[in-house]
């Protein structure tokens, strides 16, 4: 790199420190302080009536303050990664971005500490002195062998969790990585030679993971700058290194690493030199860990051994050994269950879970986080990646799991499989609300057809209905490009066994579609010549065909493409006196709550008669996702005070809906301010009908819904599930080009569930 680039670097990071406000970190308060009556509760008196009931039970601290999800990230700034003993007030920056790691990976809240106290007893007694403020204690770049010291009396005195991250953080994801390797290269723990080079926190708590894997501490031999780890050796030792001293005649790394089935370095750069590299076993696993330059770069390694399998902790390069896969989900399962500390068994749990994860289908999100990266299990994929969000899910309760299964848990959980379920909604934004849609989904099997079968979400998609629904996913496409396109997200489907697919250049059912589609369109000018050339080239033509013979039960189309344009061929093929497409339904999850919006797309000016549908068709919809419609018909105009234009129409809408009993609320019409805002409704129109704030927004224009509902997505940071096309009676759904691989499989749930579940 030149030093014009290192400089940009430098200054970008700095900048990104800086400005627009210095630090990474700021509180905000959970309770509102907008009058006299906030203050008196959140400070005096009522404070005090939090502070009696803690006297009186100490455990009630976690109802009443956020010490539940409150760590405390500890270090004296004696030994910051990279960059040694730089004190306290220097390495604060690296421990503001470890909290910000905590909130971002899982929400739990941080303070970071950072001691002036060189003296390791000393700083163990600040650091336990704090206990009443933290549900933990994340202890950070201590040097070694202080960092045992301070951990040590800290666990011994305290009654919450603590977890030296250098150490057993790394250890954890090590175990991981080491799991996976061994699985590649069809080897088992009791059976290999490892050879480790530094003796520091880091390097020891890895051998113990390993030990706890089932490696035997004969097999392992441990280097120094001073070389071998020797019985008898004085120099430069401790009682951790110590426990991993060979009774050998051997000094030096080139001469213990023959034979070596695995190197382990946590040392500094270049220590391990091809030609050691050539005395390893056949495909050697070798983990040069050191930052930011490895033991040895990948290709010198591979130079030697090309079947390595090779991790280190730097991001350009397979394998980033990263404790961000670890850190924040041990400890969301240690308080969630109000663990006394994070054992043995909690951090092996933690190693299966990392493990299993990178092993199993690669998740849409964190291929669209890491694009162009072949996220395939392998000698290059060997754990996950840190922007996966089923990390959450899946580590989080396996730690609390075997919180509760060792005795250690104060506050076992009653349901595993809830508790995972709320985890998962806490990273997936639609998954609690999308939750009564999948269990009436579950309760039948139906056929779900893609149009666009090739689109690497679809296949994602379809990935996912076969492993969390009951549904069978047909995919329109061309085998061999579906065929690379698995091979290359790494997704398990196998064409024709796990899902049925339609070739429209080579499908023995060609004939079949092309004469029907003739016999539906041979009045509306299609002739035969015609609807053979659709049949060959229009996939949302084929899958409404597929859904018109019973072929299917539900189309879903529109990941490329323009809205209207697929739904003239839906509503010729699939419309009729039953049914009719009356508008479009977008659910926005956003951070306060779920908020329906209609017509986004169907009716440009739609008709009072039009309006009334989208109305009931709503509240129907809105019923399956386990909510209350409360629908508000909204306009510029306000409760009449607009004699023409929208009003209007909207008026004679909710007229029409009046000849009627409806078992739903709806009101209006009104500003959209006025729908939200119960308060302000009931100042202007006294007296209205609707309870709380609208969950159901309706629009007089296509442009108003769709335009706030694009609002809503760009800039309040809303997720989408939808489009939703009514009237239809379920059979085809037109979604966006926006759409991601979890908003298909959302409307694979949507389009999976009968009629009769929802009316």
């Not at 970071?112 to 390791?120: A, G, L």
């Not at 092993?359 to 964190?366: G, K, L």
């Not at 395939?376 to 840190?386: A, N």
Request: hydrophobic share 40%.
């Amino acid at each position: 790199m030149s030093d014009t680039s290192r400089e940009a670097l430098r200054q970008a990071a700095l900048d990104y420190h800086r400005h627009p406000k210095p630090g990474k970190l700021e509180i905000r308060a959970t309770k509102p302080l907008a009058n006299g009556r906030d203050l008196a509760r959140a400070y005096s008196p009522g404070v005090a009536e939090a502070c009696l009931e803690i006297k009186a039970d100490t455990a009630t601290a976690q109802d009443y303050t956020s010490r539940g999800n409150l760590v405390g990230v500890v270090t004296n700034g004696s030994a910051v990664l990279g960059l040694g003993n730089i004190g306290a007030l220097a390495s604060k920056p690296v421990m503001e971005g470890k909290a910000v790691l905590f909130k971002k990976f899982a929400n739990i809240d941080c303070f970071d500490i950072e001691v002036d106290e060189p003296d390791p007893e000393k700083l163990a007694e600040i650091v336990c002195a704090l206990e009443p403020t933290f549900g933990a204690i994340n202890l950070e770049d201590i040097k070694a062998p202080d960092c045992f010291i301070v951990e040590k009396i800290c666990r011994e005195r305290m009654n919450i969790p603590v977890f030296h991250d250098d150490q057993h953080g790394t250890a954890i994801v090590v175990g991981a990585a080491a799991t996976n390797a061994l699985h590649v290269a069809g080897k088992k723990f009791e059976d290999i030679k490892i050879v480790s080079t530094g003796g520091g926190a880091a390097g020891i708590a890895c051998l113990n993971m390993l030990l706890k894997l089932g490696v035997k501490r004969e097999n392992v031999w441990l280097c120094d700058i001073h070389g071998l780890v020797y019985k008898g050796r004085t120099e430069d030792m401790n009682p951790q290194k110590a426990e991993y001293a060979q009774d050998s005649d051997l000094r030096s790394l080139a001469d213990v690493i023959d034979g070596a089935d695995m190197f382990l370095g946590l040392s500094g750069p270049n220590v391990l030199k091809p030609e050691m590299v050539a005395k390893m076993t056949p495909q050697p696993i070798i983990f040069a860990l050191a930052n930011p330059n490895p033991e040895i770069l990948p290709d010198m390694a591979r130079s030697v051994a090309p079947d390595a399998i090779i991790a280190t902790g730097r991001s350009d390069f397979p394998n980033q050994v990263n404790n961000v896969l670890c850190f924040p989900f041990i400890f969301r399962g240690a308080l969630d269950v109000g663990a006394t500390e994070i054992n043995d068994e909690m951090q092996i749990a933690c190693v299966d879970g990392i493990a299993a994860l990178a092993r199993a289908t690669t998740s849409a999100e964190a291929a669209a986080a890491y694009q162009g990266e072949q996220l395939t299990f392998g000698v290059d994929y060997l754990i996950p990646k840190p922007f996966d969000p089923r990390l959450m899910g899946v580590v989080a309760s396996a730690v609390a799991k075997a919180a509760m299964e060792t005795g250690v848990a104060k506050r076992p959980l009653p349901s595993m499989d809830i508790y995972k379920e709320q985890l998962d909604g806490s990273v997936f934004k639609s998954a609690l609300l999308m939750r009564p849609v999948f269990e009436a989904a579950r309760s039948v099997s139906r056929r779900i057809v893609f149009a666009e079968g090739e689109d690497e979400r679809v296949l994602r998609a379809a990935q996912a209905m076969l492993e969390e629904t009951t549904e069978h996913p047909i995919l329109i496409g061309r085998p061999d490009v579906m065929e690379k396109r698995c091979e290359r997200a790494g997704l398990k489907l196998k064409l024709g066994v796990d899902v049925q697919v339609v070739n429209p250049e080579n499908d023995h059912r060609y004939r079949d579609y092309w004469e029907t589609y003739h016999q539906v369109m041979g009045r509306r000018g299609v002739t035969p010549d015609l609807a053979r050339a659709i049949m060959r080239t229009n996939t949302t033509a084929i899958g409404a065909i597929m859904v018109h013979r019973n072929e299917a039960d539900s189309l879903i189309c529109g990941t490329f493409g323009e809205f209207r344009w697929h739904l003239n061929y839906v509503t010729q093929l699939l419309g009729d006196q039953d049914y009719c497409a009356t508008g479009a339904l977008s659910l926005m999850i956003m951070e306060d709550g779920p908020l329906f919006i209609a017509d986004t797309h169907v009716n440009s000016l739609p008709s009072p008669e039009q309006l009334a549908e989208s109305a009931i068709g709503a509240a129907r919809h809105v019923r399956r996702f386990g909510l209350e419609p409360n629908i508000a018909f909204c306009s510029q105009s306000q409760f009449g005070n607009q004699a023409e234009g929208s009003g209007k129409r909207l008026r004679a809408a909710i007229a029409l809906l009046d000849q009627q009993p409806r078992d739903f609320c709806y009101e209006g019409e009104m500003n959209v301010d006025v729908a939200l805002d119960p308060v302000l409704r009931d100042r202007i129109f006294p007296g209205n009908r609707m309870k709380g704030a609208a969950n159901v927004l309706i629009f007089a224009h296509a442009d108003a819904a769709s335009g706030v509902r694009n609002i809503l997505k760009s800039r309040a940071g809303g997720l989408e599930v939808g489009p939703i096309l009514m009237g239809m009676g379920n059979r085809a759904h037109i979604v966006t080009p926006s759409i991601t691989a979890r908003g298909l499989l959302n409307m694979s749930a949507v389009a999976g569930t009968p009629v009769t579940h929802y009316g």
